[in-house]
């Protein structure tokens, strides 16, 4: 099977989530002020501004670096990010296509809760995360870790499979991001947290995969100086 000749990863821009969860927690509140879905949270302003600065990134990349395949999450952040993106690059790209496996980490029971609201409702939770670990953890009919690699592990292979030699670009979440580094550099649960311990993957970042020597080599991670310029 071959590789992809590059592999790019986006986070999607700042989400109304990434602001008003943190708020929540900070607080001690029992709502974040959010309804729906996750799949249907929006970007913020801040959040569209920097899906514009990608764009404005992909619009300095020469035609041969441009992307091929452009393949999203099917979260609403995710492909606003690349609309607007794509938009502001004012280049000619790939329409995208989504990807259910690239989806943020499903939370089952405990999804759009804070905090507090998880002690409320479901107080054996915080006991059981503090037992199994951050990547260990699963939430009641959720996903732990090890869900998402194995997820990202078989559209690894499709991507091989399809699109050997081609530039890819995809635009997806912190979670995937992370994960998609633990699959392609084989790293074990040490090497995740030593990866994660650097800093958290940062909204509109770019990660790039060197796809050039046969088999994808990471040459750039969590990248955002296109956000300060």
């Keep these: 099977m071959g590789a992809v000749a590059e592999l790019v990863l986006i986070r999607h ?3 109304a989530s990434n602001v008003a969860f943190p ?3 900070a607080a001690g509140l029992l709502e974040s002020g959010l309804t729906g879905r996750d799949a249907d949270v929006a970007l913020t302003e801040v959040g569209a501004g920097q899906a514009r ?5 992909l619009a300095g990349l020469p035609g041969g670096r441009l992307p091929e395949v452009v393949i999203t999450s099917p979260y609403l952040r995710a492909r606003e990010t690349w609309r607007i993106a794509a938009a502001a690059s004012g280049r000619e790209l790939p329409a995208p296509r989504t990807d259910d496996r690239l989806v943020d980490r499903l ?3 405990l999804e759009m809760l804070t905090r507090a609201a998880i002690e409320q409702r479901f107080p054996d939770e915080p006991g059981r995360l503090a037992a199994a670990g951050e990547y260990g953890y699963r939430p009641p009919n959720g996903e732990a870790f090890e869900d998402i ?3 990202l592990t078989t559209f690894l292979a499709d991507l091989g499979r399809d699109h050997a030699g081609r530039r890819v ?8 991001v992370l994960m998609m580094r ?3 550099e084989e790293l074990d649960w040490d090497g995740v947290e030593a990866a994660a311990g650097a800093g958290p993957v940062r909204n509109a970042s770019i990660t ?3 796809g050039s020597s046969g088999r994808l080599v990471l040459d750039g991670y969590n990248l955002v100086d296109h956000l300060d310029a």
């Design 13 to 15: 821009g700042q989400s």
């Design 23 to 25: 708020e929540a927690d």
């Design 53 to 57: 600065a990608v764009g404005r990134w």
């Design 107 to 109: 939370l089952g029971d």
């Design 149 to 151: 690699a194995a997820r």
């Design 169 to 176: 670009l995809v635009v997806a979440h912190d979670s995937v």
């Design 182 to 184: 633990a699959v392609i």
């Design 208 to 210: 790039r995969f060197d």
